[in-house]
């Protein structure tokens, strides 16, 4: 394997490294309905070359041709890193790029335009250009740091087998991301259909069936930390909405006994409810906790079910969200939640209901672990593929 710069391995002709001429704002006098494309970071990140409506007469083409693309090109976005770069297709329409894009044409006999992909998407190449800008690329790449970035390359034939590998399994975690985007779209029907199973069970206000308080913390200042780091696990609104739905909420802060003595504790699978900022965003405990009273505890009478009452206020959290006051920051009123009405079918089909949504959500949860070992097992293979520390077998 050896070492090139970026300017190396470009195509051996004028311009093989080029940005495009203008910003995203064209003049109007170039500007025709059905002219010459115009391509611009917009397209990388969505990673659509069909958006865009930005086109430019011929007349104004011409003058630019040499900025325009041709399938096999890499397109750099030089807005910050490099987090967005794609090869031009071949299906793609003609057209030409702006100042946003930063164009690649590779010399093949010396690297593959996938192989260049996977490379400037490297963290060693995010490391290089951050070295290269100084320790700060907020104002954008230019042209002169992508060229002076240094690769590892290996023979052609090995580069065509690294790229198979990796894309393999970017194509296996494609297909798993579709199937988690699937399951959730089938979850949100689900809870559709099930509320709608039981539109003729009994309708009572949630005071009905659970006790409804407001957490509590009257320490002053809230931040004192004489009242933390004792054994009692204490929640913010933050808390609940990062992990919604969940059995189980993740903490940062703890409270000590005298932290406990100006705060509540509320009982493993009590429903933590938000009713400040962000509206009925909910989860269950899945231990005992303490939180302020911006979060409201739902605590579920036996023998109800406590999935199925979440799910009832989870239904309703448009509507509590839109009967918040549109103050500096939103809220809802305790007896907002405590008389909000909710279907209450015999708790045999509770139980059996929340049960499919569990199910469910089990499913997806199965799916997402799947992900993550993928995106851990990709992570790792890239980077021993592509520093060379694992050669592959070109034959």
Known sequence: MREYLVEEIAAEREGAIKIGPFGSALPRSTMVPDGIKVYGQEN????????????ITSDSFERLRSCELHPGDVVIGMMGSLGHCEIFPTVAEFGLMDSHLLRIQPNVNLVLPEYLRLLLLSDETSKQIVRLSHGSIMAGLSSKIVKKVQLLLPPVEE???ITEVL???????????????????QGQGLEV??????????QLPLIAVATVDRGKFT????????????????????DVTRVQRATGIGFS???NELGLSVSRIFDTGTIAVTIAANIADSAILDRPMCFPDSVVGVTVAFPHSIRWVEL???????????RAPQSAQKNINLQDLRQLTIPVPNPVVQH???????????SIGQEVLCLAKLKQLRSGLAFDLLSGRVRVDAA
């Open 44 to 55: 990388l990140i969505s990673r659509d070359w069909s958006i865009g409506d930005r086109r």
């Open 159 to 161: 580069q065509r087998r």
């Open 193 to 202: 259909r099930l509320l709608h199973e039981v539109q003729d069970a009994q």
């Open 167 to 185: 894309d393999s399994i970017d194509e296996t975690i494609q297909a798993t991301e579709a199937i988690i985007a699937k399951l959730e779209q």
């Open 253 to 255: 802060q703890t409270l």
């Open 312 to 322: 009832c206020i989870h239904a309703s959290k448009r509507m509590l969200d839109a």
């Open 352 to 362: 059996a209901l929340a049960e499919s949504w569990e199910y469910q959500q089990r």
């Open 219 to 238: 320490a002053r200042p809230r931040n004192d930390p004489a009242f933390f780091g004792g054994k009692y696990p204490f929640i913010q609104t933050g």
